[in-house]
């Protein structure tokens, strides 16, 4: 099961650790693989988040997004990414950025710092939007109750989620250009930048979001009807209809996971010129890292973790949350990768603790029925 899960991630290791020796010798080697380490602790969250999704869908989506879905990720987002930021930030063809990229790297890596703001301020807006409508939604089992409950009770005010969140990135901007202004730095002129970037990454979340979510209910809504017409179907001897919804909706799921992810992997991205600015090693131990990835989150479905330790996703929501401000934060303030990486780990661990403790309440309750008794005795 381990190794089919993650063989083809042991395989682009290999592969990618020798191709490292063969461009750089033993100290591209060593970057490498600090890279892909950096890019496996910063997207943890990233595969609990994805597989809390990727168990909805079938075997035939699971095997695109590990297929389809990890070119995308790695060189689209590792690769190509960087590239075309540079190109519309400077202005350039994208022959000549790729050109810069491999020449000029200094430059290069002076391009990418100057489009930072506006990075930061997609992402961290799409991945505040993902936190803000998990902890406003009333959930059956809660993890910290004495913060979701109030929180579930706000959340039935409407569209609370995008009044917050157009607050924080209209004082992300401000502040920003503020500070900027003051100082005199190179990002005076960008606060407008920055508030049209957060707009885009809102806009993307509603959209595929919007849309993802849209078909699953459509989807749910199809199993039940079929569900009702079933016996009939088998009476008759007619034969059932193949649901083309299904295709809709997982079609858009995977849409929202790429968005997902893209957003996952801008801090990782950014965080690696603090460790090299070769585009061709950041492509290779940030690819290595996101196969990881992949694979950890179809090991997380594959295995039902999600089912047995129930506050796993909540970890990594409020893990997405705090990367969210975090991102939001580096418009401005420099934050190291390390402060980053381990706030997701801190509270994923919490929250698979917070699980374990559950269970066991649980188990010495004598089934799972008593849900306040065991929130109590997992000291949620």
Not at 17 to 36: C, K, N, P, Q, R
Not at 199 to 211: E, F, P, S, W
Not at 367 to 373: C, I, L
Request: hydrophobic share 55%; proline share 1%; charged share 20%.
């Amino acid at each position: 099961m381990l190794l089919k899960t993650f063989g083809w991630s042991f395989a682009v290791t290999a592969l990618g650790l020798v191709a490292a020796v063969f461009y750089g010798g033993w100290t591209a080697f060593g970057i490498v693989a600090i890279l892909s380490i950096l890019e496996i602790s910063l997207s943890f969250d990233n595969a609990v988040v994805n597989a809390g999704i990727l168990k909805k869908m079938n075997a035939f989506w699971q095997k695109i997004f590990l297929t389809i879905g990890i070119l995308i990720a790695v060189f689209g987002m590792r690769l190509v990414f960087p590239v075309v930021i540079v190109a519309i930030s400077a202005q350039l063809g994208p022959i000549e950025a790729v050109d810069l990229a491999l020449t000029d790297k200094d430059r290069y890596q002076e391009l990418v710092t100057d489009a930072h703001p506006s990075i930061a301020a997609f992402g961290g807006m799409f991945l505040l939007m993902i936190f803000l409508d998990f902890i406003f939604e009333d959930r059956d089992i809660k993890w910290l109750a004495w913060l979701e409950r109030p929180l579930a009770k706000l959340g039935k005010v409407d569209m609370l989620s995008v009044c917050i969140a157009l607050i924080v990135l209209l004082v992300s901007a401000i502040t920003f250009g503020a500070h900027a202004h003051q100082h005199g730095g190179a990002h005076a002129d960008k606060a407008e930048t920055v508030l049209l970037a957060g707009i885009a990454g809102l806009i993307t979340y509603m959209i595929v979001g919007g849309l993802s979510g849209y078909f699953e209910d459509k989807l749910e809504e199809e199993e039940e009807r079929e569900h009702e017409e079933e016996e009939a179907a088998a009476r008759t001897g007619k034969p059932k209809s193949a649901v083309k919804l299904a295709g809709k909706a997982a079609f858009f799921m995977f849409l929202y996971l790429e968005v997902l992810d893209a957003s996952f992997s801008f801090d990782g991205v950014i965080g690696a010129f603090a460790i090299t600015n070769d585009i061709v090693l950041m492509a290779l131990g940030l690819g290595i890292g996101a196969m990881y990835v992949r694979s950890l989150t179809v090991y997380l479905v594959r295995q039902g973790t999600l089912d047995d330790y129930v506050y796993l996703e909540h970890g990594a929501h409020y893990a997405i949350g705090a990367l969210s401000i975090i991102l939001l934060v580096t418009i401005q303030y420099e934050i190291h990768e390390i402060i980053t990486g381990l706030v997701g780990v801190i509270l994923i661990a919490w929250s698979f603790w917070s699980s374990v403790r559950r269970n066991r309440a649980l188990a010495a309750a004598g089934g799972d029925g008593d849900q306040e008794k065991a929130e109590v005795s997992s000291g949620v």
